[in-house]
């Protein structure tokens, strides 16, 4: 058998591209251009195969795209700072940046040997200074347009990690890295005004017609622009307050109100600063995280005040006032009203604190004795116990007309909210960009020249401290600016900063001056295809649209609001999980199977059950070292797996049997290559060339299609097919310019796929200067079809004819063929739907 040495061709042809820069952009200002961006990898160690995964895609894009002629951008870079690195060198004794920069070299390494079509003239870090040093310029752009601002405000507090936490940081109510239960805790924060832009950034979703639409209603929801009324609620008491006001989308079901709730920080809480049972009490919401999703499973508790909240369309009716762990002062006023019939969050309070509870809402289907019992009903109906609101359409009619009431008896006015808030940016760490501001000793907070950045990180400094290593570093805070003593902020960039803009950086990667050139930002501008997993969908994507709208606010010369024009998001790689008997997760390596038993390797008296496949991820120990594929079966097997079987959009199954299976597949491939370059050498006369030349046709129409519309798996369904054909038709004496033009086509086509393989393959017929093959729509039409004829959708026959019959042609063959007659009678006849040339489905 003609072995393919997979492991010296993958080397030879990984040398080549790197020694000739093979995929080194262009600068070429009038060529057509097309920009391919993956997820921003964090450097760990070593790559998984969801990088595998992503990368591939990628790859497969960028290869097609420069065949075709496009000046193709395609970089790489790492997303490098962050908490992982400071705690991988607090356990390991380990300067960050060398920790950093080791894993960035181990993981380029073994990227390349995927043999991807990467810049790496191009690449970046985002713990380079010379990338943050532009990272700080940014920030001091954004201060000037008054876009960035430092304010006290509730912040997820990790107690271990002494830190504060993202909301997605947070996970069941407890902190991502050290699992403790997360705190509220008050903190001045540097903040970026991302809500300022939340119409905007709701609008340029509509125009962004390449993108999911799952995506695009997942960032609908995250800014969540919401209708309703702001009311005001006139108070009673022995404190001098006389209203407090209060944003609600459901103002129609005030009939129904029971309590008036407050946040602890609300301006009436002043008058209880000295009330030891509220200081208690305060202390204790300290407890309950401020993501949306603590609050709503958390255990819901208020604090009874002596004041009385009027029902301004009842006046009546007076309710108490309480404050409440649930209610936060950055959603509307900080105060909200309590229907607890129709808000489950109001529900629970309510029997808590043994409240009233009033149906105002009946279910369509319900008559009007309907009465709320175990839990809210939030849903639609009509109103009811509810005055001169009764038989209103719930929500269609209510809320409009109750707002109608309000605003005329100046009691409420219209309004609009947002979900969105202001992006919280500090984090309590040393791995991390530094803020370029300065404090003098009144806390006026004054930017640190442009002249003087990149502010740097301290080195050599003992990390093993409680909270943030930077402020113990007396020598680096105490700086001097114009003659003034000031102490330099401590607090470090989130890494999403960082991955906000490096799709800009890409663009210009060696400029010093700013952070890009606008010629080059005008030309790659927006990336046409970015490519990355669901979980960035919101996050991610929609900080780097905030970024955008910020660099162009208030600059002529910038205006690109969008940076991407196409996203696809992947799918995850998923794998068995397995257990010993002391449910301890077991990695698949060390696991033998004996008798079609597994066993521990180590210890082959345990039986590991086996669980169900999911995501691969290191805390499940389900993953499989992409490095240990490659070397065993070679990347172009590694590519050609992760893209068959499941659509890439979708979850695929890594399975021992698969992997096997594309490295034999490619085996075949070269066996048919051998035989195919013998035929060449032979130089057939024949005339019988056209068979050929129409397959070939065929199947580049079906790359092609297969590749615009990211149907990856049914490319490598295209590629078995095509082995099958070959291998039988190429012992037909065909000519030698024949076989040449067309087998370099279709090998043409395999190389964004298994690129290694196909370069081999097109140098041994001595291919050069080739580019993407375009098919002739003159030799795709069929000389025979084959026409299922259904009855009522069931397969009764089929019939051959040429291309085009009309439908009642077609009718007159099938009545007289009797084998299809028998299963009906004409005068039964209902329909007749016709696809000309594939079905005819005739209703009875």
């Known amino acids: 058998m003609n072995r393919y040495n997979f492991k010296s061709i993958e080397t030879k042809w990984q040398n080549y591209w790197e020694k000739n820069k093979s995929f080194k952009v262009k600068t070429n200002p009038s060529q057509k251009k097309f920009y391919c961006l993956e997820m921003f990898p964090y450097p760990s160690g070593k790559i998984h195969m969801g990088h595998v995964r992503n990368y ?48 960035i070299s181990n993981m380029k390494t073994q990227l390349k040997k995927l043999g991807l079509s990467i810049d790496w003239d191009r690449e970046i870090s985002t713990c380079s200074k010379e990338y943050y040093k532009h990272q700080q310029a940014f920030f001091l752009e954004l201060f000037e347009k008054k876009l960035v601002y430092r304010k006290e405000n509730y912040v997820n ?36 005004n991302i809500s300022k832009f939340s119409q905007e950034l709701l609008d340029g979703l509509e125009k ?11 960032q609908k929801n995250w800014i969540g622009k919401s209708f309703g009324c702001e009311i005001d609620f006139k108070i009673e008491g022995e404190l001098p307050i006389k209203n407090i006001k209060c944003f609600t989308t459901r103002p129609d079901t005030l009939f129904g109100f029971s309590f008036l ?44 005040t002596n004041l009385l909240a009027v029902n301004p369309l009842n006046p009546k009716q007076k309710v108490p006032v309480y404050f409440a762990n649930f209610v936060l002062m950055d959603y509307g006023f900080g105060a909200v009203f309590g229907c607890p019939a129709h808000d489950q969050r109001d529900f629970d309070f309510a029997k808590k604190y043994d409240l009233k509870i009033k149906t105002v809402v009946r279910p369509y289907d319900e008559n009007e004795n309907f ?30 007309e109750t707002i109608k009431i309000l605003e005329k008896r100046k009691l409420g006015k219209k309004q609009i909210n947002f979900r969105l808030k202001d992006w919280g940016v ?39 401290v409680k909270g943030n290593p930077l402020d113990n570093q007396k020598n680096w805070r105490e700086i001097i600016l114009a003659g003034k003593k000031l102490t330099r902020e401590t607090d470090t960039l989130d890494t999403f900063v960082c991955s906000s803009w490096y799709y800009l950086r890409f663009c210009s990667p060696t400029e010093t001056k700013y952070g890009f050139k606008k010629e080059d930002i005008n030309y790659w501008m927006p990336v046409d295809q970015y490519i990355g997993g669901v979980e960035h969908a919101i996050l991610h994507l929609l900080y780097s649209r905030f970024f955008m709208h910020a660099l162009s606010y208030d600059d002529k010369d910038f205006n690109i609001l969008e940076p991407f024009n196409g996203l696809f998001t992947q799918g995850m790689v998923c794998h068995e999980t397995y257990k010993d008997p002391d449910n301890n997760w077991v990695s698949p390596d060390e696991i033998e199977n004996i008798d079609g038993k597994k066993f521990l390797k180590k210890d082959k008296s345990k039986l590991i059950s086996v669980g169900p496949s999911e995501s691969m991820s290191k805390s499940k120990k389900n993953t499989i070292d992409p490095e240990n594929i490659i070397n065993n079966y070679g990347a172009d097997a590694a590519r050609l797996f992760i893209l068959s079987d499941s659509p890439p959009e979708k979850d695929i199954q890594w399975s021992e049997e698969g992997i096997a299976s594309s490295y034999k597949f490619i085996q075949k491939l070269w066996n048919l290559n051998k035989k195919i370059v013998d035929e060449i050498n032979k130089d057939h006369n024949s005339n019988n060339d056209d068979e050929l030349k129409k397959y070939t046709n065929k199947y580049l129409k079906k790359i092609h299609d297969n590749l615009e519309s990211f149907s990856y798996n049914k490319i490598v369904a295209n590629l078995y097919e095509m082995y099958s054909f070959l291998n039988k038709q190429i012992e037909k004496p065909y000519t030698k310019r024949t076989i040449l033009e067309n087998y370099q086509k279709i ?44 009855i009522n959708g069931r397969k009764r026959g089929l019939i051959q004819s040429k291309p085009d019959m009309t439908e009642e042609k077609l009718f007159e063959i099938i009545k007289n063929d009797e084998k299809i007659m028998k299963y009906f009678d004409q005068k039964n006849i209902k329909k007749k739907i016709y696809i000309k040339d594939k079905l005819l489905n005739i209703i009875i």
């Open 56 to 103: 591939t895609i990628g790859d497969v894009l960028a290869r097609y795209k420069s065949l075709q002629g496009y000046n193709v951008l395609h970089p790489m870079g790492w997303d490098s700072f962050g908490m992982p690195a400071e705690n991988a060198a607090k356990q390991n004794n380990l300067d960050p940046k060398k920790w950093t920069e080791i894993n």
């Open 157 to 192: 507090w990790d107690p271990v990690d002494e830190t504060v936490l993202a909301n997605e940081q947070v996970i069941d109510g407890r902190g991502w890295r050290s699992g403790a239960i997360v705190e509220r805790k008050k903190l001045n924060q540097w903040f970026f």
């Open 747 to 790: 090998l043409i086509t395999m190389t964004p796929v298994v690129p290694h393989f196909a370069n081999e393959c097109l140098s041994t017929i001595q291919a050069k200067n080739f580019k993407w093959p375009e098919y002739d729509k003159s030799m795709l039409k069929e000389e025979i079809v084959n026409i299922v004829i259904q």
């Open 426 to 464: 500090s984090r309590q760490r040393y791995w991390g960009c530094p803020i370029p501001i300065a404090y003098d000793d009144q806390g006026k907070a004054y930017p640190i020249p442009k002249s003087m950045l990149p502010v740097e990180l301290p080195e050599n400094i003992d990390l093993n």
């Open 261 to 304: 709730a407050l946040s602890v920080d609300h301006e009436v809480s002043k008058f209880f600063k000295d009330n030891k049972d509220f200081i208690n009490f305060k202390e204790e919401c300290s407890k309950t995280g401020t993501t949306e999703e603590a609050i709503a499973v958390g255990e819901k508790i208020g604090f009874k």
């Open 371 to 400: 009465e709320v019992r175990d839990e809210a009903y939030p849903g639609p109906g009509v109103m009811i116990n509810s005055d001169f609101l009764n038989d209103l359409k719930v929500p269609d009619d209510s809320i409009l």
């Open 208 to 218: 962004l017609n390449n993108w999911p639409n799952k995506v695009k209603t997942m």
